[in-house]
T-cell receptor, first 111, second 115 residues
Framework: AQTVTQSQPEMSVQEAETVTLSCTYD???????LFWYKQPPSRQMILVIR??????QNATENRFSVNFQKAAKSFSLKISDSQLGDTAMYFC????????FGSGTKLNVKP | KAGVTQTPRYLIKTRGQQVTLSCSPI?????VSWYQQTPGQGLQFLFE???????NKGNFPGRFSGRQFSNSRSEMNVSTLELGDSALYLC??????????????FGPGTRLTVL
């Protein structure tokens, strides 16, 4: 069965610094998709970034980028120049036919 | 376009009661998925509906059920509520069913508290 593991329940980072959130997953499939979603306090979950497993190139979206290591089944999220608005729960998700989400990492950006 | 809407936003029930939650997807989206979110558990997939048919189902007891209407709006029902059913219930829509790689768009959720 597919599982998604986020080993960091909570992290803190100073404003303007860089932070990396970890995610590993288990699958026997080859062509799948990976996502990072952000859930700000009391607000809706929104997409941060999306990666297609058949693409070698790591996805980037402004200050957000991923380090996708297919063989290692690792999909980490790097947030550069952290801002106060980045404070949120971050969920890693795997998608083949269904979505599987990790348990989340609570990121606190400190001024 | 309006986003995914869920009603009600908050609900308090007692053990043994039943509850119905509603979700309206983004206009044009035909697939609706439901998730249960609890602290420490992340998001647990409940089920997915497309064209009024359940396409996928998670590992939840039969007390949890759902349906989808011809306008793509969806409802989920939980019967004989238990304390452990207290959670945030999220609805998400995508344009297609089992659309591999499709981004899911989430609603604000319904916070259910069971006393």
């Amino acid at each position: 069965a597919q599982t998604v593991t986020q080993s960091q329940p909570e992290m803190s980072v100073q404003e303007a610094e860089t932070v990396t959130l970890s995610c590993t997953y288990d699958t026997s499939e080859n062509n799948y998709y990976l996502f990072w979603y952000k859930q700000p306090p009391s607000r809706q979950m929104i997409l941060v970034i999306r990666q297609e497993a058949y693409k070698q190139q790591n996805a980037t979206e402004n200050r957000f980028s991923v380090n996708f290591q297919k063989a290692a089944k690792s999909f980490s999220l790097k947030i550069s120049d952290s801002q106060l608005g980045d404070t949120a729960m971050y969920f890693c998700a795997y998608n083949f036919n269904k979505f599987y989400f990790g348990s989340g990492t609570k990121l606190n950006v400190k001024p | 376009k309006a986003g995914v809407t869920q009603t009600p936003r908050y609900l308090i029930k007692t053990r043994g009661q039943q509850v119905t939650l509603s979700c309206s997807p983004i206009s044009g989206h035909r697939s609706v998925s439901w998730y249960q979110q609890t602290p420490g558990q992340g998001l647990q997939f409940l089920f997915e509906y497309f064209s009024e048919t359940q396409r996928n189902k998670g590992n939840f007891p039969g007390r949890f059920s759902g349906r989808q209407f011809s306008n793509s709006r969806s409802e989920m029902n939980v019967s004989t509520l238990e304390l452990g059913d207290s959670a945030l219930y999220l609805c998400a829509s995508t344009p297609l069913a089992g659309g591999r790689g499709d981004t899911q768009y989430f609603g604000p959720g319904t916070r259910l508290t069971v006393l």
